[in-house]
């Protein structure tokens, strides 16, 4: 992450000029075309089509790799936490039922396991383009494209101010624990128990508390200072014009969206591979 | 024409019982340069707010008599109609500084006001150029000195063009050279402009050098003196207030010399008419005698960097430490004075070198082990305190180390009484003041029984009452054995109280002396990028050669006045 605790990286890519506002349209569309299936084929399709585009970004793979493997596996445990709490919602939903491991009281049928497997490609077909979203976007445009797409500039703003001071936060975080540590209270591995640990990070919630309110005083005295909510509306100093690709962009999204709601009257809604 | 106008005007905060300003007169005339000074709790702050319109806008309160700014009613104004009119630049550096960027920060104004972009990127250009900072126009906050954040603040106050400029404790987090930076800026504004100034300040030497037409002082809500420094200085008000009067002003007082006003002492210059008194003065006066001592803290040639590329920030750092000295550990900001301490505490580990506690090597040794031994207090103390009770947090560290109950008991009981807080013990911190918290953060480290202290900047952000009760207290702690290691910025506090110091710049040792010779070395000082007080023009008076011995000697002899 970098110090602005933003996770942005600026590469010479036609998705980094794309506006903020787009690649939002462009992360909500998707998201809305992914959830009207659940079909490992469209899924499947979407996830080369969303990597290719992650690789047109120029992201190195170095910098999204962490993120990737923690939602591969997230989704990987959720679909076996649904195979043993539902272990029979895949006939349900499909109406056939073949039985694979039976175990007392009940059995895990096929066509559960291979919903698991669908929900699985399905959480990661959104991952690439939300990494697209959150990597290419700089936290300044951030907040103007909130507000472009009719999101109100004070909310808009708040998301902004977030951006700006989670490394103060963080450096202020490291400096209590520092003071603790210097007290004998054990952070690191090797000196106390895991639950312990974890038990004196919520010591330093109080002085972070305290310090973080202090800070939003702050803050909100300099915001009021220099006249932010008074007005309506507002400008922005780091809004760029719309350009073509943008144009572009939004009406491809809307084609797939159609494409979407073609497909989602000729599917049916669970596909088996069977 | 008036720009502002106290008529009779008291406030009283919602939640509060008393007024905290109790009916101020006052007026403040275009292009003037004011200075508000006060105590800590002497509503001057308050007074601040009243002016910005913070008060009643933002915090409620009840007002009486009449403020108008530019012949406007304040009250039925808003406090978007007082921002057209005042421009305000806080104290907290980060807090103010919105944007994600300089560019952006400076904007904000603009942004708020529906400018369009054209305007926008002529306005903050020009602003930023004002400020000297175009350089950084696409930096962000976090890779600024605190310097360069409050002048990209005063940059996006600019934008506004008011004719009034608010500066709420400008130099509080600055260290002197950058203070000395920011005043001239102030000054370049004022001249360029002619706006009025009001700087509210308690460090009262600095904005005075820099030359202001009135100086206001506040007292409990009231104001105690509304005139010009030359009448003021020869007065005992400051004293008075619990305010630190210049550092020479103080001396001048000290050996016996009555100012008159007619003498304009507010200019450091006119003091050549008191030279027969000082050097008279310095002839009579005696030198302390140097005491033998013990090492107990040993570092040898210290190495430290962050990561393996990049640059060394600690680079073959010797020296020790004595029992029962006070040390003082001085450089700028980005000297790696912080990082020296890291290491020392154990936080992070040097790449070479040793240190060596008592015959002992630490470099095996955790933070954690470490810290039975050497005490560590943090500049802030809202960032050490966890617990709810005094008794409690002084226990805390005990506590962690698994000391048996009844005698955690009796040790705590011993360092709050060492620390003057034994009969608060069962309140909770958060009725203490700040001087009172950082008494405690002292007292939860003096209850390990640690051989060494460690202060980071102890007294920074602290009026001169709290700053002189605090320092006292240190050097008490002193005498009874413990070695205290104070890393400070501040020239004055190092001469007054250190022993001796070690000067640290860009990571390395420059020299290792007592703080008056560190003084009277000019090539040095301006190499560490420290600011020398104003004690050393008076040292000038008789003759160059004799500042390290004349500040030695009147450092002598303000101790023995302090014990009387």
């Known amino acids: 992450m970098s110090r602005s ?88 939903l499909s109406g056939s039922y073949t039985k694979l491991i039976s175990y007392f009281g009940g059995a895990i049928t096929l066509e559960t396991v291979w919903y698991a497997v669908t929900l699985s490609f399905k959480y990661v077909s959104i991952l690439p383009i939300t990494l697209l979203f959150v990597f290419t976007t700089h936290p300044s445009r951030f907040a103007s494209s909130l507000n472009r797409i009719g999101v109100s500039y004070k909310v808009a703003y708040a998301v902004s101010i977030a951006f700006r001071y ?37 010591t330093i919630l109080v002085p972070l508390l305290i310090s973080s309110l202090n800070r939003i005083e702050v803050v909100s005295n300099a915001l009021q200072l220099r006249g932010f909510g008074y007005e309506k509306k507002r400008t922005w100093y780091n809004r760029r014009p719309l350009t073509i690709n943008d144009g572009i962009s939004i009406l491809l999204m809307t084609g797939l969206i159609g494409l979407g709601i073609y497909l989602k009257s000729q599917l049916t809604y669970f596909w088996l591979f069977y | 024409m008036s720009h502002i106008v106290f008529k009779n005007f008291s406030f009283q905060y919602e939640a509060q019982t008393n007024p905290t300003l109790k009916n101020i007169n006052l007026e403040i005339k275009q292009g003037e340069k004011i200075l508000i000074a006060g105590p800590s709790g002497s509503g001057k702050s308050t007074l601040g707010h009243c002016i910005n319109g913070l008060i009643p806008f933002s915090y409620h309160g009840k007002i009486d ?171 005992d008000i400051l004293v008075n207030a ?165 005698e955690v008991e009796e040790r705590v009981f011993e360092a709050l009484k060492v620390c003057g807080l034994y009969k608060m013990r069962n309140w909770p911190v958060s009725a203490l003041s700040y001087g009172q918290k950082k008494r405690v953060t002292i007292a939860s480290i003096l209850v390990m029984k640690p051989e060494i202290i460690i202060l980071d900047e102890p007294t920074a952000g602290q009026d001169y009452r709290n700053y002189k009760e605090f320092m006292g207290f240190v050097n008490e702690l002193r005498k009874s054995g413990v070695s205290v290691v104070i890393i400070t910025h501040d020239m004055q ?12 710049s860009k990571g390395s040792v420059l020299r290792r002396a007592g703080v008056s010779e560190i003084m009277a070395d000019k090539a040095l000082m301006q190499q560490a990028n420290l600011r020398a007080t104003s004690l050393s023009d008076l040292a000038m008076l008789v003759g160059e050669e004799m500042e390290s011995a004349f500040l030695s000697r009147y450092n002598y002899y303000m101790g023995g006045l302090n014990h009387e």
């Open chain 2, 242 to 406: 619990g305010l630190r009067e210049p550092l020479y002003v103080e001396a001048l007082k000290a050996i016996g010399v009555t100012i008159s006003p007619h003498d304009a002492i507010s200019k450091i210059e006119n003091i050549k008419v008191y030279k027969e008194n000082v050097i008279q003065w310095f002839k009579n006066a005696k030198t302390q005698e140097v005491v033998e001592r013990k090492t107990i803290l040993k570092c040898e040639r210290l190495d430290f960097r962050y990561y393996l590329d990049a640059p060394w920030v600690i680079k073959d750092v010797s020296f020790d430490i004595q029992k029962g000295e006070l040390l003082a550990i001085l450089g700028n900001n980005g000297a790696g004075k912080s990082t020296l301490l890291k290491l020392i505490s154990g936080i992070i580990k040097q790449n070479k070198g040793d240190i060596i506690l008592a015959g002992e090597s630490l470099n095996e040794q955790t933070i954690k082990q470490r810290s039975r031994r050497i005490g560590y207090v943090m500049q802030n103390p809202n960032h050490m305190i966890t617990k709810v009770k005094i008794f409690d947090e002084v226990a805390f560290g005990l506590r962690n180390a698994e000391v048996p109950e009844i």
């Open chain 1, 166 to 202: 989670i490394p103060d936060v963080k450096e202020e975080m490291m400096n209590i624990m520092h003071a603790q540590e210097a007290r004998g209270v054990a952070f690191r591995k090797g000196d106390a128990s895991l639950v312990k640990r974890l038990r004196n990070f919520v």
């Open chain 1, 5 to 92: 605790g933003s996770l942005y990286i600026e590469r010479p890519s036609i998705i980094h000029r794309l506006d903020g506002s787009t690649k939002l349209l462009l992360l909500i569309g998707w998201t809305a075309f992914i959830f009207m299936f659940m079909d490992i084929r469209i899924f499947s399709i979407m996830i080369v089509l969303g990597f290719s585009l992650l690789k047109v970004s120029k992201i190195p793979w170095k910098s999204i790799k962490p993120l990737t493997y923690f939602v591969v596996a997230f989704s990987l445990i959720n679909s076996l936490i649904l195979l043993l709490v539902t272990p029979q919602y895949g006939s349900e």
């Open chain 2, 493 to 504: 506090l190092a001469l007054e109280y250190a022993d001796r110091a070690v000067v640290l």
């Open chain 2, 65 to 235: 008599g009449e403020l108008l700014i530019n012949g406007k009613n304040y009250h039925e104004t808003s406090i978007h109609d007082i921002s057209g009119e005042i421009g305000t630049v806080l104290q907290d550096q980060d807090g103010q500084f919105v944007g994600l960027s300089v560019g952006e920060d400076v904007a904000f104004f603009y942004e708020n006001h529906n400018v369009n972009q054209k305007d926008m990127f002529t306005g903050v250009k020009a602003s930023l150029e004002s400020v000297d900072m175009m350089a950084f126009i696409d930096e962000t906050p976090h890779n600024l000195s605190g310097g360069q954040k409050q002048r990209v603040s005063l940059a996006g106050i600019l934008t506004t063009n008011t004719g009034i400029l608010l500066f709420d404790e400008p130099l509080a987090n600055l260290d002197p050279v950058s203070a000395k930076h920011a005043l001239e800026l102030i000054d370049g504004i004022k001249k360029d402009k002619g706006s009025t100034i009001i700087i509210i300040e308690h460090r009262i030497e600095d904005v005075l050098l820099s030359g202001v037409d009135r100086v206001i002082v506040m007292e409990e809500g009231i104001i105690v003196a509304d005139m010009h420094p030359d009448e003021l200085l020869p007065t």
